[in-house]
Structure formats: C-alpha cells, structure tokens
C-alpha cells in the first residue's frame, strides 16, 4: 500500500502504470490507494487561503461600504506576475460586469494598461469606451488613456472615443481654451455620463508614474507635499481625508474631477503595492470608489490599520 501511494502521489505515476508494474488491474490499484487514505497512510491537505482573503474582503466591505471586494492572493509572486494577476482579476471583474453598461470610462496608468493585457476577447459591440482623463504625449504612449481605450473596444469589437489633450498642460489659461473646444468638450461630456470607470490609485511621492513620465517635477512635489497630498486618481490629487486638493497642477488637469468621478454609478478601483497605503485610505474616505480590487498583503496593512 505504501509503495502504490509514494509511486502515485510522489512520483506522479498513473494507476494504469502501476498497475502494469505491480501486474495487477487498475482497479485493484485503485482500491489500495483508497485504502491507504481510510487507514491513515495517505493524509491529504488542501493549501487553501481563499477562507482568509474572504474574511479580509468582508471586513474591508462593511467598513468602507462598499459594494464589492476582491482580494487577491499573491504570495511567494515576483511584482510583475501580482501585477498581471491584479489586470487578469480586474479583467475577469469587468467582462462579467457589463450587462446594462453602454459606456464604460478608463483612466491611465500601469494598473489599468495591465486589465487591458489580460481582458479576453469577449465581444461587447453595444459597449462604448470612453477615456476619463487626457492621454496625449509621445513616451509611454502605451499607459495613455486614448491608447488603452482604443486597445480594449478592439477586444471587446466595440467603440471608443478619443480624448485629444494632454492630461495635464502647461496653464490654466491654455486647459481652459482647450476643454472649450468642440471635440474635447464633447468627450468629457461622454465621460460625465459613463456607467462604470475603472481607475487606478498614485501615490505621488513613491514609484509615481506621472514623476516617471514627466508630469511631475521635484518641485512640484516639494508643493504636493507641503499641501498635504496623498494620493491621485485620474490624474487629480487629493488630501488624507479624500478632498481633491485646491492645487494649481490639479487646475491644469484635462479630464473628469474627482467629483465628477464620484457621481459615477459604478467605480472599480485596481489597487496594488503597500506603499499605496494611505492613498487608499484616503480615498475610501472620500467615497470615490464602489469595487475594490486588491492585494492581500496591502488588504491585510489596511485591516490591521484602519478596522
């Protein structure tokens, strides 16, 4: 009995391949190996933390009330598989969500390119996708809202409109002219009606992808700082209660506020990386976000945290 268990539970051998060996039928290996599980010689375990990332999703709901959690297990992953596993979950989220959603609104970002790369080619041809913030620029075209809106209505054989305007511009003088514009206009119009976004979350002040990218210079920083910035969404910061912040770079953003962004029915927020901590927080607090998709080690920091 022992040696039919370690040849089929070590060794990975099937039982019809046992049973040749042993010169025996199949069904006599069979009832050997279940045999050695009733008497004990075989003991199985099933490694499962889905009890524990639902405990986690449960909590986290009922604080922040909202509408749906997902906590995703991404121990022993190097940062760029948790960060693929976040888009596939997000992915999967989204294409399962859609019935009643005409427009769906993207932001930009690392976060959101990854949902992309992972969404399946489901068609969804009475879907339009709309960009919620501008996305012009020639490096890192890939992240821009404009490219990610216009990759995802190829996967889902849908439509999508373009918003033709940097997320963020040199003056206010110069956004102004340009929200005025007819095309631009139009867009956020489109946006300020969508039926579900998906964002992502920034901290500013640690692996910033607006830093990266050139949004952001060291002084701006030095006065995100000083006006107690914690974190952005859509390009738009705000403070550690999740109020946008009164803040020359936020009035030279082209694309939805935060609380155009709060008005819309259904808000998926893709979350990942601990050192978002307080940038999640916050805009729990502010009440911008209905689903929450995140990781379970940054789920647990904000359990033992916050709840």
Same mark, same amino acid.
């Given at each position: 009995?022992?040696?039919?268990?370690?040849?089929?539970?070590?060794?990975?051998?099937?039982?019809?391949?046992?049973?040749?060996?042993?010169?025996?039928?199949?069904?006599?290996?069979?009832?050997?190996?279940?045999?050695?599980?009733?008497?004990?010689?075989?003991?199985?375990?099933? @490694? %499962?933390?889905?009890?524990?990332?639902? +405990?986690?999703? *449960?909590?986290?709901?009922?604080?922040? =009330? $909202?509408?749906?959690?997902?906590?995703i297990s991404t121990a022993g992953f190097a940062p760029e598989v948790t960060k693929r596993q976040m888009g596939k979950t997000a992915a999967s989220y989204i294409a399962n969500h859609l019935e009643g959603v005409k427009s769906?609104?993207?932001?930009?970002?690392?976060?959101?390119?990854?949902?992309?790369?992972?969404?399946?080619?489901?068609?969804?041809?009475?879907?339009?996708?709309?960009?919620?913030?501008?996305?012009?620029?020639?490096?890192?075209?890939?992240?821009?809202?404009?490219?990610?809106?216009?990759?995802?209505?190829?996967?889902?054989?849908?439509?999508?409109?373009?918003?033709?305007?940097?997320?963020?511009?040199?003056?206010?003088?110069?956004?102004?002219?340009?929200?005025?514009? @007819? %095309?631009?206009?139009?867009?956020?119009? +489109?946006?300020? *009606?969508?039926?579900?976004?998906?964002? =992502? $979350?920034?901290?500013?002040?640690?692996?910033?992808?607006?830093?990266?990218?050139?949004?952001?210079?060291?002084?701006?920083?030095?006065?995100?700082?000083?006006?107690?910035?914690?974190?952005?969404?859509?390009?738009?910061?705000?403070?550690?209660?999740?109020?946008?912040?009164?803040?020359?770079?936020?009035?030279?953003?082209?694309?939805?506020?935060?609380?155009?962004?709060?008005?819309?029915?259904?808000?998926?927020?893709?979350?990942?990386?601990?050192?978002?901590?307080?940038?999640?927080?916050?805009?729990?607090?502010?009440?911008?976000?209905?689903?929450?998709?995140?990781?379970?080690?940054?789920?647990?920091?904000?359990?033992?945290?916050?709840?």
């Amino acid at each position: 009995m022992v040696k039919v268990a370690k040849l089929y539970y070590f060794e990975g051998w099937t039982q019809a391949q046992i049973a040749k060996k042993q010169n025996v039928s199949r069904p006599v290996i069979s009832k050997l190996l279940s045999n050695a599980k009733k008497e004990g010689i075989v003991e199985i375990y099933i @490694k %499962d933390e889905t009890s524990h990332s639902v +405990e986690l999703e *449960n909590k986290i709901l009922k604080k922040f =009330g $909202l509408k749906e959690v997902i906590v995703i297990s991404t121990a022993g992953f190097a940062p760029e598989v948790t960060k693929r596993q976040m888009g596939k979950t997000a992915a999967s989220y989204i294409a399962n969500h859609l019935e009643g959603v005409k427009s769906l609104g993207l932001s930009w970002g690392t976060t959101l390119l990854s949902l992309v790369e992972e969404y399946p080619y489901k068609h969804k041809k009475d879907t339009h996708i709309v960009p919620i913030v501008g996305g012009m620029g020639s490096d890192h075209v890939h992240l821009h809202s404009n490219q990610l809106a216009f990759h995802l209505s190829q996967k889902m054989n849908s439509s999508c409109s373009y918003l033709y305007a940097p997320a963020m511009v040199e003056s206010v003088d110069l956004k102004e002219r340009l929200v005025q514009s @007819k %095309d631009i206009s139009h867009v956020l119009e +489109e946006a300020r *009606n969508i039926d579900m976004a998906v964002v =992502g $979350l920034g901290n500013p002040f640690k692996s910033s992808t607006m830093e990266k990218i050139g949004y952001l210079n060291p002084d701006d920083l030095i006065s995100l700082r000083k006006a107690g910035a914690v974190g952005d969404i859509s390009s738009r910061f705000y403070d550690a209660i999740g109020k946008e912040l009164d803040h020359p770079i936020n009035n030279r953003v082209i694309g939805l506020n935060l609380d155009e962004i709060k008005k819309i029915p259904e808000v998926v927020g893709i979350v990942e990386g601990s050192y978002k901590l307080e940038s999640l927080e916050a805009a729990l607090q502010g009440g911008y976000l209905d689903v929450l998709i995140i990781d379970d080690r940054m789920a647990q920091e904000l359990v033992d945290s916050y709840i």
